[in-house]
C-alpha cells in the first residue's frame, strides 16, 4: 500500500537525514536567512495562522468540518471520518516522540521565535493543516474536488512556509509533516474498510450508514 511505504519513508527519514553530517546545518541556513529578512506584516500574518492551525484549535476546526459534513454524508460516516483525522494528529504526536529531532537554535536566529521545547519532526501546525485539508476533501463531491485541491494545496505551502519563516521548524519537519498527514489519513482511511475494523464499527454502531445517507459523491 503506497500510503504505509510513506508512512515509512517519513519515519525513515526523520531517523536518518537530520543525523548526516551537514544536513541540519544546510536546513539552518534556510531558517536564518528567513528570519533575517522578517517583515512586521509577514511575522502577524504568520502568528495568526500558527495560532488558527494550532493542535488545539486545528482539532476544533476538525469538529465543526465533521459536523457540518455529516448534513451531507450521515452522522455514523462523519464520526468515523473525524476518528481517522484525531487519530492521524495524534501519530503526529508518536512520530514526534521516535524521531525526537530538536527544534532550530533559536539563539543562532537574527529574530527568534519564542522559545518551544517541543521536538521539531514533524511540524504540527504543518500536519494539522493538512489534515484540515484532506479532511475537507473527503466531505466534498468530485466537482468541488477540483478546485478545492489546488486551493488546499496553497494553503498547506502557506503553513509549511509560515513555520520555516518563524524558526521554529527546519525545511524537512514541514516537508516531512505534509507527507506523514495525507498518508496517515489515506492508510487509517483504507485500513477503516478492512472486515476487522468494520466488525468493531459494527459494535459501535458505526459502521451501518444512516438511513438518509448515500455514498459520498
Given amino acids: 500500500m503506497a500510503s504505509g511505504a510513506g508512512l515509512v519513508a517519513v519515519l525513515l527519514a526523520g531517523l536518518l537525514i537530520p543525523p548526516l553530517h551537514g544536513w541540519t546545518a544546510a536546513e539552518l541556513s534556510v531558517d536564518q536567512w528567513l528570519s533575517a529578512h522578517h517583515v512586521p506584516m509577514l ?6 495562522i500558527g495560532t488558527v492551525v494550532s493542535p488545539p484549535v486545528g482539532f476544533g476546526l476538525l469538529v465543526v468540518l465533521c459536523v457540518v459534513g ?15 483525522a484525531g487519530a ?3 501519530g503526529g504526536v508518536v512520530l514526534k516522540v521516535l524521531v525526537h ?3 532550530p537554535d533559536i539563539a543562532l536566529l537574527a529574530s527568534p521565535p519564542p522559545v518551544d ?6 511540524s504540527g501546525h504543518t500536519t494539522v493543516a493538512t489534515v484540515l485539508v484532506v479532511t475537507a476533501l473527503a466531505l466534498l463531491g468530485r466537482r468541488q474536488r477540483r478546485w478545492a485541491v489546488p486551493v488546499g494545496l496553497v494553503l498547506v ?3 509549511a ?14 516537508v516531512a ?4 498527514a495525507a498518508c496517515g489519513f489515506a492508510f487509517l482511511s483504507a485500513l477503516a474498510t478492512t472486515a476487522p475494523l468494520r466488525r468493531v464499527l459494527a459494535v459501535v454502531h458505526l459502521d451501518t450508514p444512516d438511513r438518509h445517507e448515500g455514498a459520498p459523491a
Fill in 70 to 84: 455529516a448534513r451531507r454524508m450521515g452522522v455514523r460516516r462523519a464520526v468515523v471520518l473525524l476518528g481517522i
Fill in 177 to 180: 509533516a505534509a507527507v506523514y
Fill in 43 to 48: 511575522n502577524a500574518m504568520a502568528a495568526v
Fill in 88 to 90: 492521524t494528529l495524534a
Fill in 161 to 174: 512556509v509560515s513555520r520555516v519563516y518563524l524558526g521554529l521548524h527546519y525545511p524537512l519537519d514541514v
Fill in 117 to 122: 521545547t517541543s521536538f521539531s519532526y514533524p
Fill in 101 to 103: 529531532r530538536p527544534r
Fill in 157 to 159: 505551502a502557506v503553513v
